[in-house]
């Protein structure tokens, strides 16, 4: 059977936070069997979106990132939600911070799990009688908001991202939403959760007064006092919930500042937004360094990207930059996926803001285990970027494996790309190509979705190389309603594509005035193949030529063929040093 890629270990010096009780046990591969389509089924194994704010981070990381203030020509936060090419090269921004500990993402488990275990509702609802005793541990009441809250800007996200047409601004999964929530747009039970939760956290934050100067809120703050005085000032920097915390950037402001001096390292990343969008870059740099010296990976992943880029008054370095970087990486977390996404881009030289870096840049530059780097010491061995024995392929495979395990949409996506076209180190595998579409797709990538309406066009045999994966058969119904999903957000290849399928008859009946009003949406989008479609089908012919079902399905399976053989003649052993494959199609429909 087909059998998922080995999930990415977890830092040893990383600790693990105590409220493993709220999670849901990880997503388990689907098994495949010829009579069953697995396929068909990925949607139901996700956990069921619910909604939220801006999600809080844990110690370590960062919230919603606002826009690069002055001076700043790209911002490695905004990233758009659905990549426009097989390889997307913008990741978004990170999430909000959460706890003066670092709480480390779930360690992956012995299953054959794709994505990490994210909060469970039925958990979370269990827990609200307990939770709201006045005798329990205050501790414990944050520890459980936390989760709440991550849940509902998750889902709160993710609504967004599948009702935007694509080309228009998404907020990356880690900015903060400002402007009150929609109720409506929730599940009950989420609402439910929230109604507890923000003022459980208000009282917890109460005797520290909102707005006032740190320096007479922070005497005798305990860990939990802090965390809960920043996530008071999440609702005040995004009024999500103006019937319990107004809108109020200034309160907010001082509330990040009280709460990472009060303990909550993650504070510092949104102090140093702030300042960034203020366009004091001095004030900035010095508080991304201060919460990375604490394990921030938003902090480190902001400072990395600084000096890559040459932002917050650094000049560009990248033999500083990547060490940085690498350790963001490393300790990317659920609210912080993308720094492990943007650093494998780095490794492939497909990350577009600057150009190639060579391999031989990152094999002379050793790793980090803290910021700022310790003294080295003769007698202390140094780990290069690039470890004897492996390349920037099989680096790069690592940390995308990490971020797609961590619920990132543009890494998942690459990683279906990946196994559908067998691009090095990758071998062929359509259940796994299916499996990480399947996942993108929940996660809002519209490019997804199209995807697997051609992978059910045709179906799949499975891998010759391995006689134990199973293929699926073809389903024409599930590639309509696949390309249905991305046409409704605009996307000018699935508009051809419904075009396509009412003209020949694809999980429908054949209707050309149904083709010749997908066709024109695809021409308005920018489609080029939809004008010459159109031409024929509005010709003054009785009876125009109409496209070939089956010979473009023989083109498509000739492409996966190509993969399959490309995966038998080209052994993916280490170290593989990086030749790229060009797939040479034949352009038929842009689609």
């Given at each position: 059977?087909?059998?998922?890629?080995?999930?990415?270990?977890?830092?040893?010096?990383?600790?693990?936070?105590?409220?493993?009780?709220?999670?849901?046990?990880?997503?388990?591969?689907?098994?495949?069997?010829?009579?069953?389509?697995?396929?068909?089924?990925?949607?139901?194994?996700?956990?069921?979106?619910?909604?939220?704010?801006?999600?809080?981070?844990?110690?370590?990381?960062?919230?919603?990132?606002?826009?690069?203030?002055?001076?700043?020509?790209?911002?490695?936060?905004?990233?758009?939600?659905?990549?426009?090419?097989?390889?997307?090269?913008?990741?978004?921004?990170?999430?909000?911070?959460?706890?003066?500990?670092?709480?480390?993402?779930?360690?992956?488990?012995?299953?054959?799990?794709?994505?990490?275990?994210?909060?469970?509702?039925?958990?979370?609802?269990?827990?609200?009688?307990?939770?709201?005793?006045?005798?329990?541990?205050?501790?414990?009441?944050?520890?459980?908001?936390?989760?709440?809250?991550?849940?509902?800007?998750?889902?709160?996200?993710?609504?967004?991202?599948?009702?935007?047409?694509?080309?228009?601004?998404?907020?990356?999964?880690?900015?903060?939403?400002?402007?009150?929530?929609?109720?409506?747009?929730?599940?009950?039970?989420?609402?439910?959760?929230?109604?507890?939760?923000?003022?459980?956290?208000?009282?917890?934050?109460?005797?520290?007064?909102?707005?006032?100067?740190?320096?007479?809120?922070?005497?005798?703050?305990?860990?939990?006092?802090?965390?809960?005085?920043?996530?008071?000032?999440?609702?005040?920097?995004?009024?999500?919930?103006?019937?319990?915390?107004?809108?109020?950037?200034?309160?907010?402001?001082?509330?990040?500042?009280?709460?990472?001096?009060?303990?909550?390292?993650?504070?510092?990343?949104?102090?140093?937004?702030?300042?960034?969008?203020?366009?004091?870059?001095?004030?900035?740099?010095?508080?991304?360094?201060?919460?990375?010296?604490?394990?921030?990976?938003?902090?480190?992943?902001?400072?990395?990207?600084?000096?890559?880029?040459?932002?917050?008054?650094?000049?560009?370095?990248?033999?500083?930059?990547?060490?940085?970087?690498?350790?963001?990486?490393?300790?990317?977390?659920?609210?912080?996926?993308?720094?492990?996404?943007?650093?494998?881009?780095?490794?492939?030289?497909?990350?577009?803001?600057?150009?190639?870096?060579?391999?031989?840049?990152?094999?002379?530059?050793?790793?980090?285990?803290?910021?700022?780097?310790?003294?080295?010491?003769?007698?202390?061995?140094?780990?290069?970027?690039?470890?004897?024995?492996?390349?920037?392929?099989?680096e790069s495979r690592h940390h995308l494996e990490r971020a797609a395990?961590?619920?990132?949409?543009?890494?998942?996506?690459?990683?279906?790309?990946?196994?559908?076209?067998?691009?090095?180190?990758?071998?062929?595998?359509?259940?796994?190509?299916?499996?990480?579409?399947?996942?993108?797709?929940?996660?809002?990538?519209?490019?997804?979705?199209?995807?697997?309406?051609?992978?059910?066009?045709?179906?799949?045999?499975?891998?010759?190389?391995?006689?134990?994966?199973?293929?699926?058969?073809?389903?024409?119904?599930?590639?309509?309603?696949?390309?249905?999903?991305?046409?409704?957000?605009?996307?000018?290849?699935?508009?051809?594509?419904?075009?396509?399928?009412?003209?020949?008859?694809?999980?429908?009946?054949?209707?050309?005035?149904?083709?010749?009003?997908?066709?024109?949406?695809?021409?308005?989008?920018?489609?080029?193949?939809?004008?010459?479609?159109?031409?024929?089908?509005?010709?003054?012919?009785?009876?125009?030529?109409?496209?070939?079902?089956?010979?473009?399905?023989?083109r498509l399976e000739r492409t996966r063929t190509m993969a399959q053989?490309?995966?038998?003649?080209?052994?993916?052993?280490?170290?593989?040093?990086?030749?790229?494959?060009?797939?040479?199609?034949?352009?038929?429909?842009?689609?």
């Amino acid at each position: 059977m087909s059998l998922p890629p080995p999930v990415p270990p977890r830092p040893a010096d990383l600790r693990h936070d105590s409220g493993d009780s709220h999670y849901d046990p990880n997503i388990v591969s689907p098994r495949p069997h010829r009579t069953d389509n697995p396929a068909a089924k990925l949607d139901d194994l996700a956990p069921p979106p619910t909604f939220s704010f801006p999600a809080p981070f844990q110690g370590g990381g960062a919230m919603s990132a606002p826009a690069g203030g002055p001076g700043t020509d790209w911002s490695p936060w905004n990233f758009s939600a659905a990549p426009r090419s097989p390889f997307p090269n913008p990741p978004p921004a990170p999430p909000t911070p959460a706890m003066p500990a670092h709480r480390p993402s779930p360690a992956p488990s012995a299953s054959n799990s794709l994505t990490a275990a994210l909060p469970s509702l039925p958990t979370l609802l269990e827990a609200l009688p307990s939770i709201t005793a006045p005798s329990l541990d205050p501790a414990l009441k944050i520890t459980w908001a936390r989760d709440v809250f991550f849940l509902a800007d998750r889902a709160h996200h993710l609504h967004i991202a599948l009702t935007t047409p694509v080309g228009q601004a998404v907020p990356s999964v880690s900015d903060p939403i400002v402007g009150p929530m929609p109720l409506s747009a929730l599940e009950p039970e989420i609402v439910q959760l929230i109604t507890a939760a923000v003022p459980l956290v208000l009282l917890i934050a109460a005797p520290f007064p909102p707005g006032q100067p740190y320096q007479q809120n922070t005497q005798h703050m305990e860990a939990c006092q802090a965390e809960a005085v920043y996530m008071r000032a999440v609702l005040a920097s995004t009024g999500a919930h103006p019937q319990h915390v107004a809108f109020n950037p200034k309160a907010a402001f001082r509330d990040f500042e009280s709460a990472a001096r009060g303990g909550y390292a993650g504070a510092w990343f949104r102090l140093g937004r702030d300042y960034e969008t203020f366009g004091d870059f001095k004030h900035a740099k010095e508080c991304f360094e201060r919460g990375a010296k604490l394990g921030v990976e938003s902090c480190l992943y902001r400072l990395g990207m600084a000096h890559l880029l040459g932002q917050l008054t650094l000049p560009a370095n990248t033999s500083l930059a990547l060490p940085i970087l690498q350790r963001a990486a490393i300790l990317a977390s659920l609210e912080c996926p993308q720094p492990a996404y943007v650093y494998s881009l780095l490794l492939l030289s497909e990350f577009a803001s600057i150009p190639p870096i060579p391999a031989q840049t990152f094999a002379s530059l050793s790793a980090i285990s803290a910021y700022p780097p310790p003294p080295s010491h003769p007698s202390q061995p140094l780990t290069p970027l690039i470890p004897l024995g492996s390349s920037p392929h099989l680096e790069s495979r690592h940390h995308l494996e990490r971020a797609a395990y961590l619920h990132y949409g543009p890494a998942q996506y690459k990683l279906g790309h990946a196994y559908e076209f067998a691009d090095p180190p990758f071998f062929f595998d359509p259940l796994l190509s299916v499996q990480y579409y399947s996942l993108a797709s929940q996660n809002g990538e519209v490019e997804a979705d199209m995807a697997l309406s051609k992978w059910f066009l045709c179906g799949s045999t499975g891998a010759r190389t391995d006689p134990s994966t199973s293929g699926f058969e073809k389903d024409e119904g599930l590639a309509l309603t696949f390309a249905q999903k991305a046409s409704a957000r605009n996307l000018a290849s699935a508009h051809f594509a419904m075009g396509y399928y009412a003209e020949v008859g694809v999980g429908r009946p054949a209707s050309v005035p149904d083709a010749i009003h997908y066709y024109t949406l695809a021409a308005q989008a920018g489609n080029a193949d939809a004008n010459q479609r159109l031409e024929v089908l509005n010709s003054s012919n009785v009876q125009p030529k109409l496209l070939d079902k089956g010979a473009h399905e023989q083109r498509l399976e000739r492409t996966r063929t190509m993969a399959q053989r490309r995966t038998e003649e080209q052994p993916m052993s280490p170290p593989y040093q990086g030749r790229k494959w060009i797939i040479r199609i034949s352009r038929v429909h842009t689609w």
